[in-house]
């Protein structure tokens, strides 16, 4: 089960790079764990902390202008492998969208199975939405996951994003695949007696 999903309104992280792959995202060292819980803690590990350990000022994570539950992205994110624990290292740390121009076809279908929000947007709303971010840090935005829009506030501009209708309803009743199927046995038991009596019959 994740949180359920209908509006969000945040402030958002900057991460203005493009072509970050998975790797970069929860390097491969810290794979070793099952359970999708700590994996936040080691998220953009190599670029958030240096080889002792202390924080890296310069990266946008240490930097306490910005917080919030969506990143916005440079295109091509989540590129690389197909390691689902790059979607449980966001969710972990808090992230509950990512904006982007152009998501790895793989990570996108492994953030809407945890719970993670990939919103598509065109390059030049991206940066529209990073100069905003660069001129007001607390600037909020928008998401209504019902209406499927983005909206950068106060008063606009919005944009439409897509999503796969079943992935929308996951979303926004908490569900992965495995609880979607579980709230759906009272149905399929029916359906099962329903087509035993006709047969019996």
């Keep these: 089960m994740y949180d359920t999903f209908n509006i969000l309104v945040s ?53 306490s202008r910005y917080r919030g539950k969506i990143l916005v992205a440079g295109k091509n994110f989540g590129s690389g492998s197909s390691r689902e624990h790059a979607a449980w290292a966001l969710y972990d740390y808090g992230f509950r969208v990512v904006v982007s121009s152009f998501f790895a076809d793989i990570f996108k279908n492994n953030a809407l199975n945890n719970g993670l929000l990939p919103v598509v947007v065109t390059p030049e709303f991206l940066e529209q939405i990073f100069a905003a971010i660069a001129a007001d840090p607390g600037v909020e935005f928008r998401v209504d996951l019902g209406e ?42 029916e359906y099962e007696n329903r087509r035993w009596r006709e047969n019996d019959g």
């Design 148 to 189: 499927q829009t983005f909206t950068l506030l106060p008063g606009g501009p919005a944009v439409h994003f897509d999503i796969n209708a079943y992935k929308k309803e996951c979303l926004m009743n908490g569900l992965d695949d495995i609880d979607y199927l579980l709230s759906l046995k009272e149905e399929i038991a």
């Design 11 to 63: 402030r958002a992280v900057p991460l203005n790079v493009e072509n970050v792959d998975t790797d970069q995202i929860i390097p491969a060292r810290f794979l070793k764990a099952v359970e999708r819980k700590g994996f936040g803690e080691n998220l953009f590990r190599d670029w958030r902390y240096d080889r002792g350990g202390e924080p890296k000022a310069e990266f946008v994570l240490n930097d």
